[in-house]
């Protein structure tokens, strides 16, 4: 069994689209928080770094008590292990995205980068997890490869376009 077919064979298609949304759930908020600190004077990295990681957390636990939740009221159950720990992995996965760009604030406020450079650099590596999150959610798909690629730049340009409305949000 190679590496592709391990990592996917762990989930099921709706399982994978789970953790693609949380992904992006975390993703967009992220970026929300890193604009508005764009708008800031002055900052302190550190705190932006401690923001973003706790509310990714916080939205991870939020993401993890609402699959409970829902699982209970459909199925009229509690989840089985199996899909418990589905759930726990699904949470915790989409927290991968908001990682990098809070070690880039980390090493920005470690190393007294410059703000504007740190804050651009963690909103580039954010983008780029967002993207790297779609691209293996439609790699796994059965589809031909330029569909393949085709729906993973236009899910791009997507949560780009949802970016584009958080900056406008915030002037």
């Not at 399982?15 to 890193?34: G, H, K, P």
């Not at 292990?81 to 992995?89: D, E, G, P, V, Y």
Request: glycine share 4%; net charge positive.
């Amino acid at each position: 069994m190679n590496r592709k077919s391990r990592f996917v064979g762990r989930a099921n298609p709706e399982q994978q689209a789970e953790s693609l949304r949380e992904a992006i759930y975390i993703a967009v908020t992220s970026a929300a928080i890193l604009l508005v600190e764009t708008k800031h004077e002055s900052v302190d990295l550190f705190e932006v770094a401690t923001t973003l990681g706790l509310t990714a957390l916080a939205i991870a636990v939020t993401m993890f008590i609402a699959h409970l939740v829902a699982h209970m009221v459909i199925h009229d159950q509690n989840p089985s292990k199996a899909q418990l720990r589905h759930t726990l992995r699904t949470s915790l996965t989409a927290l991968l995205v908001a990682a990098l760009p809070t070690i880039i604030l980390l090493l920005g406020a470690t190393f007294s980068w410059t703000q504007s450079a740190t804050l651009t650099t963690a909103i580039i590596a954010l983008v780029a997890g967002l993207a790297a999150s779609v691209w293996l959610a439609v790699r796994g798909t059965t589809t031909q490869r330029l569909r393949r690629i085709l729906l993973a730049g236009g899910l791009i340009v997507l949560a780009l376009a949802a970016l584009l409305i958080q900056i406008l949000a915030h002037g």
